[in-house]
């Protein structure tokens, strides 16, 4: 199966397929499966998606669409666009994002491969998970020390 890198933008289900987007090439799989991805990634990184979600909420205390730390050595960090059990969330790649602007109830994300992609998430949700993400990665940082 697929495993998550430093090159993963995001995952998203399209009602079909799942479709994973690197900054040099596009992913396709037959169903579901975002929620595999991400456990196998974070079981081939040394935890499991069950584990990284339970740490992440005692760490960020108990939050709505909490973001997971698939790779803390490189904060290779996913966030959801809305409960994850919605079909419709996707999966951000917070470490890629270059910058991101408003684009009526969308926001639009630019990379730092330069390119960009819309998603259906307002910009003040796109704000509240990279303030997650950071406060998730200081939070880590200063309990190695």
Known sequence: MFKISNNTLFMEFDGSNTLVMEADADYVFDGDVINTILDE????YGSSLNGRMNGAR????????????????NNLIFFPTTAI??????????????????KGKNTVVEWK?????EFNM????????LLRVNKLITITKQRKN
């Open 113 to 117: 491969n330069n390119k960009k992609t």
């Open 85 to 102: 059990e919605n079909e419709k969330n996707v999966w951000i790649g917070s470490n890629n994002i270059l910058n991101y602007e408003k």
């Open 58 to 73: 005692s760490i960020l205390g108990s939050v709505y669409k909490t973001p997971v730390m698939v790779e803390e050595t």
């Open 41 to 44: 990634s974070c079981i081939y």
């Open 122 to 129: 307002p910009i003040l949700s796109i704000e509240t998970q």
